[in-house]
């Protein structure tokens, strides 16, 4: 959890609108519409975090992860590359497949990745939006695993912390840096965790 950026908790507090189902809705800036300059400076606090690993190349998946992992490739200066939801047309037969939960959308997705994309022998940070119960960063460090390469680590703008898929992933040795922890949602009220 990051200390420095209480900007993010503050933005959620005044822009953020709890749904039925703990469905946190942040359109207004992170996943719908988004705040250019916010997400960069959210980006540049990643590149900050992981500064000191050598990380070679990111992976998100689409589509609320891209903005956010665009802003933190930008300022570490490596590719960015994003898993698709849907196999199309313009992709080639030799991919990287994995099983995902979306938690907001209640479904699974099988997520593709071309493998000419994800090369072995690289340290690769995972970037996400949301992290609820952590299933979208285990299916992208499967990629990553398949792929011959290393997960350097994984960063999230907001995590729910109540619903224990961060805290899983670090007991299992991923480093996970959230850049905003809500440890509760009751009625319309949130309360962040600051460790």
Known sequence: MVKNLKSLEEKILK????LPG?????????????DADFMMEM?????RLFA??????I????????PLAFAAAASLHVPMVFAKKNRTGNLSGNLYTATVHSYTHGVDYTVVVEKKYVPAGERVLIIDDFLANGKALTGLSEIVTMAGSQVAGAAVAIEKGFQQGGDHLR???????SLAIIESMDGN??????E
Not at 15 to 18: A, D, K, L, W, Y
Not at 22 to 34: A, D, E, R
Not at 60 to 65: F, H, L, Q, V, Y
Not at 189 to 194: A, E, G, N, V
Request: hydrophobic residues 35%; charged residues 30%.
């Open 59 to 66: 992976l998100t998946i689409e589509t609320s992860g891209i």
């Open 22 to 34: 703990n469905i946190l809705k942040v359109g207004s800036f992170l996943n719908h519409q988004i």
């Open 15 to 18: 822009e953020g609108e709890i």
């Open 189 to 194: 009220t949130l309360t962040f965790r600051h």
């Open 171 to 177: 007991r299992h040795g991923m480093r996970v840096e």
């Open 52 to 57: 000191h690993e050598k990380v070679d190349r």
């Open 43 to 47: 980006g540049r606090e990643i590149a």
